[in-house]
């Protein structure tokens, strides 16, 4: 494990723990199932962070075809997911294209994570469960008004440009694999700084809660996609990013008003 491995990892855990405090006492107060939805979310997270923790004390550097920590993510997903739906009910639906380009973005990711693990079964179903996710961000931010036509533009033009370099590297020769991985990782990164960039200009012009909690949950997704394209100190920056999203997560789920 690198430093940053380290430090990510434990930055992550601290924001967990934060998060679950901090969301528990968001349940007393509002009682609505948004926040029941992220708390439960919350949680998963962290039983998820603690077994993982553990695991790589007790097995470092080992995998099994399943893990407690899987099924905690899958549920993170799904919880989240509720947590946007219980802000949707009763609003209008995108175009049928958000819902294919969901499809299709999980779908390549999907075929990207089997061709680096072989694990055929895990991916395939935490690509799903991703997918519905997806799906439920890119709902938010449709309702929201969060993007502009550019945005969606620029986000559909980044994701292709970046999954066909991280498919390409499966072709080239090895001494081609670290430029093009490395490129990959700008990419990604620069992609999440900028959902980050939208999300932090949105708290600190007071926008309308729909849109802080569109932007938050989106530079977050996108930060679980990289978690999962991500390895070694990258992985641990992933992590710190990951963090950052959660607590901006919570602070836009706070300032919605409690009705849902």
């Known amino acids: 494990m690198t430093i940053l491995e380290f430090v990510g990892q434990y930055t992550y ?25 992220f708390t439960f979310g919350v949680a998963s997270l962290l039983f998820s962070e603690f077994y993982w923790i ?11 075809p399943f893990a407690a920590n ?7 997903m799904l919880l989240m997911a509720e947590t946007l739906t219980t802000l949707m009910r009763g609003r209008p639906k995108p175009p049928a294209i958000y819902l294919v380009c ?22 395939i179903l935490t690509g799903i469960i991703m997918c519905y996710y997806l799906y439920r961000v890119i709902h ?15 986000a559909g033009i980044g994701s292709v440009v970046l999954l066909s ?3 390409v590297i499966f072709f080239v020769p090895e001494s081609f694999v670290p430029p093009l991985d490395l490129t990959c990782y700008v990419l990604a990164f620069s992609g999440d700084c900028y959902f980050l960039y939208r999300a ?3 708290f600190r012009k007071k926008a309308h809660p729909d849109i802080c909690v569109a932007l938050s949950f989106a530079a977050e997704i996108w930060a679980e996609f990289m978690l999962y394209m991500s390895s070694g100190a990258f992985y641990g920056a992933a992590l710190i990013i990951c963090a950052v999203c959660l607590i901006l997560k919570l602070r836009s789920i706070s300032m919605e008003d409690g009705k849902t």
């Open 140 to 154: 938010m931010l449709y309702i929201s008004g969060a993007f502009a036509k550019y945005d969606w533009t620029a």
């Open 165 to 167: 370099l991280q498919a």
């Open 102 to 123: 969901s499809v299709l973005f999980t779908a390549a990711n999907t075929a990207l994570w089997i061709g680096w693990t072989g694990e055929w079964l895990q991916d």
């Open 13 to 37: 855990l601290a924001a967990v723990i934060f998060a679950m405090f901090r969301s528990v006492r968001l349940i007393t107060v509002r009682r609505d199932m948004t926040s029941v939805f």
């Open 200 to 202: 932090f200009t949105a």
């Open 54 to 64: 553990a695991y790589e004390f007790i097995r470092p550097g080992t995998r099994m």
């Open 70 to 76: 899987e099924f905690g993510e899958w549920a993170l």
